[in-house]
């Protein structure tokens, strides 16, 4: 594999010409005769959060574009006579995903992802704080591992989204259909198929909708741990309601509940705290950020990325980068046993069940002193004024007792 800086001169060589020709979802690598090596077709996005001049840290989501092409110079089925192809796809100002393909004798699959961006692409990455000193360009590469395989002589296939995460740069994607070591200069009509799809659709029942009001979630722990120890300490249980408009063109609001049993990690800085919580059909991304002039953490971002098998448009991608909800001081915890509904786009609202949180500052994994939302202290006023009033209605009832009382001793005193 070739080192991160044997890249850069490539990259600048790209950002030097530009892509001049366009390019269909098909991806063709062919060898020296012309003949197919890989083909590859589908869908891609490509999601991270950067840091600003501001000291601020911005999302942003890149999407593969038609004009995306197989960039040959770094595309091939043979390297050094090492029957290990690659196949290399090159877009914008900069950008590369790159799959480099192994096997042995029964199946082969895709041994590392890559992708490379371009920091100085003020089109995504507005005001981005310099990384390289000295240097026009800040190119960053990041590597991943993905679940893509397949039997030799076979397809591999895969309707559901394949999401891969590292260094804060999520790849998804989406209706995959992929091969290397070609032996017929055309895709295989023989699959297999990827795991998230599950059983061959011929063989199995459509699966019924999600209930429209499905029962409460359960409450999940989420601890999220860096070099400096624990950054964020959450128990909370979490809810996506989700309006869509489904393939027979009726628009329905469904919720899903997020399960304990779904995978999640975060990361830690010194302004900005990520809980990312995974499912087979979504990614779930909070971002908590620091006030450090009034020492108070709030939820800022949330972003969903989440695929709906009965929608029309099947991926679904919703964000809101202006949040400040779950506000406390830092080193104390936001507590709140009232459900919280937090507006995210028009078709997402964030469901909140039973929260504790605390980020930035825990102190040996536990909780600090509890902030109450108002919503729980509005909650006692309820009983408080119900108190207030019967206590009145006694205290009334007592002086109406002593003063008929004091009249009727009247009548009985001597002449």
């Avoid at 840091?51 to 840290?57: G, I, M, N, S, V």
Wanted: aromatic residues 8%; neutral net charge; contains cysteine.
């Amino acid at each position: 594999m070739a080192a991160p800086g044997a890249w850069r001169p490539l990259l600048l060589l790209l950002l030097a010409t530009g892509l001049a020709h366009g390019a269909s979802a098909l991806f063709v690598v062919k060898d020296s005769n012309g003949t197919a090596c890989i083909m590859a077709s589908f869908s891609a996005s490509f999601n991270t959060f950067y840091e600003t001049t501001a000291r601020d840290f911005r999302n942003v989501t890149i999407m593969l574009p038609p004009s995306a092409q197989v960039l040959s110079s770094n595309s091939s089925c043979d390297r050094g006579n090492a029957s290990e192809p690659r196949l290399t796809i090159a877009f914008g100002s900069g950008y590369l995903l790159m799959l480099n393909f192994t096997r042995n004798a029964t199946r082969y699959r895709v041994q590392n992802m890559r992708f490379a961006y371009n920091l100085s692409d003020t089109q995504y990455f507005n005001n981005a704080s310099a990384k390289d000193a000295g240097q026009s360009l800040s190119i960053h590469s990041v590597d991943f591992t993905a679940d893509i395989k397949a039997d030799i002589n076979k397809t591999f296939r895969c309707l559901s989204a394949i999401r891969v995460h590292n260094d804060n740069v999520t790849i998804t994607l989406l209706d995959a259909t992929i091969q290397a070591y070609l032996s017929n200069n055309n895709f295989s009509k023989e699959e297999t198929r990827c795991t998230q799809d599950g059983p061959s659709p011929t063989t199995v029942p459509p699966s019924p909708s999600p209930p429209l009001v499905p029962t409460n979630p359960t409450v999940t722990k989420y601890n999220v741990t860096g070099e400096n120890g624990t950054c964020l300490l959450a128990s909370m249980a979490l809810q996506l309601n989700i309006t869509y408009l489904k393939k027979d063109n009726m628009t329905v609001t469904r919720a899903f509940n997020v399960s304990p049993n779904d995978t999640y990690s975060g990361s830690c800085g010194p302004q900005v705290v990520t809980l990312k919580v995974e499912s087979k059909n979504s990614v779930l991304e909070l971002m908590f950020k620091m006030n450090t002039s009034s020492s108070q953490f709030f939820l800022h971002d949330v972003e969903l990325n989440m695929t709906l098998p009965d929608a029309k448009d099947p991926t679904l991608m919703a964000s809101n980068h202006s949040l400040r909800a779950l506000q406390a001081t830092v080193g104390n915890s936001y507590k709140c046993n009232t459900e919280e509904h937090i507006h995210i786009s028009n078709n997402f609202s964030l469901n909140i069940f039973r929260i504790q949180v605390q980020a930035f500052k825990v102190e040996s994994d536990r909780f600090g002193s509890v902030e109450e939302c108002v919503q729980d202290g509005n909650n006692m006023l309820i009983p408080i004024a119900v108190g207030g009033a019967l206590a009145g209605l006694v205290l009334i009832v007592l002086i109406a007792y002593l003063i008929g009382r004091k009249r009727s001793h009247a009548g009985y005193q001597t002449i």
